[in-house]
């Protein structure tokens, strides 16, 4: 393989790439936080508006 592989984007901010904000974390694929936020159907519900108002119109 040659190619570079793309940085993952954090599923909180997703504008944004993961900076490993959370201790010990390899990336949003073992991070507590985005676990926390996808499995509280209302976190993840404003998470998802959040987002969306920030995208440009
Ligand atoms: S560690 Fe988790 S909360 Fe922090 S930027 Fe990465 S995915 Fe997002």
Do not use: F, K
């Amino acid at each position: 393989m040659t190619g570079r592989r793309p940085d993952a984007r954090c599923p909180l901010r997703p504008d944004q790439p993961c900076t490993l904000c959370q201790l010990d974390v390899t990336g949003p694929q073992d991070c507590p936080l985005v676990y926390l936020v996808m499995t509280d159907e209302e976190l993840w519900a404003g998470t998802r508006q959040a987002a969306r108002s920030r995208r440009p119109s």
